[in-house]
């Protein structure tokens, strides 16, 4: 019984130090870097627009009331054209005073500015998803009120096929590259040991549009031309004899 009582501490210490073991396999054979991206262009299918409106008045209160009377016009105006409620969202709400800086001295120094008022803003983000009318889209926001307008971003809604796409041809490039170094160097073969990816589904800066205030009589120009998907890969091979 003493020899049981003796033996059972070094058993729990022998099975405490095996879990702790790691195992560590290094790569022996020579190994190549590469970093390959690759795109696939098409069509865009929706457009991103930024819409709003800015008013002003002697008091915050008034700002604000007029603001809302006219959002409320330019979102039942999005609606009544076909605009799904899950594709409008407020992007920006913005209440400030305004001030006139222009007034000047008589010995031509800057005066004090002079309180003029209260500015409001409200912005929508609106997704568009007839890329072909976007231009007429444009133009109804204006007639509903909008004064403030950004955009178009065009993209593709699900870039994930695209992405497919690329994705093969990038990795089909890494190890065409890989086995062009592996003969140069006098190696048989280049195996695949480790892939790391990073992309994106294709778009484009959304560019700030000029306020406008009354609707052209034609529709505004609009040109979709075409948006990428990208992967970028960091892959490694190892070169072997």
């Known amino acids: 019984m003493k020899i049981a009582a003796l033996m059972l501490p070094a058993l729990l210490l022998s ?17 190549v870097t590469l970093n390959v991206s690759e795109a696939v262009e098409a069509s865009p299918d929706i457009a991103t627009v930024g819409t709003g409106v800015e008013t002003r008045a002697p008091t ?3 700002a604000m009331a007029d603001n809302a009377a006219q959002m409320t016009k330019l979102i039942a105006a999005l609606a009544k054209a076909g ?48 890329v072909a009318k976007v231009g007429d889209m444009l133009d109804r926001m204006v007639a509903a009120g909008a004064n403030s307008i950004s955009g178009p971003t065009f993209t593709i809604d699900d870039p994930r096929p695209l992405l497919v796409q690329a994705r093969g041809a990038a990795l089909k490039s890494a190890k065409t590259q890989a086995d062009f170094y592996a003969q140069q160097a006098g190696f048989r073969t280049a195996r695949l040991v480790s892939i790391s990816e990073s992309n994106s589904g294709g778009g484009q800066p959304m560019p700030q549009m000029d306020r406008m205030m009354v609707a052209k009589a034609a529709p505004t120009p609009i040109e979709p031309g075409q948006v990428s998907a990208s992967v970028s890969l960091t892959v490694q091979y190892a070169l072997e004899r």
């Open 15 to 31: 099975t405490s130090a095996f879990a702790q073991t790691q195992v560590n396999i290094t790569e022996t054979a020579p190994v």
């Open 60 to 62: 915050a209160k008034q």
């Open 83 to 130: 605009i799904a409620k899950k594709d409008i969202q407020t992007s920006g709400l913005r209440l400030s005073a305004q001030y006139d800086y222009s007034a000047r001295n008589p010995d031509g120094s800057q005066a004090p500015a002079k309180f003029v008022g209260y500015e409001a803003a409200n912005q929508v983000t609106v997704i568009l998803r007839d």
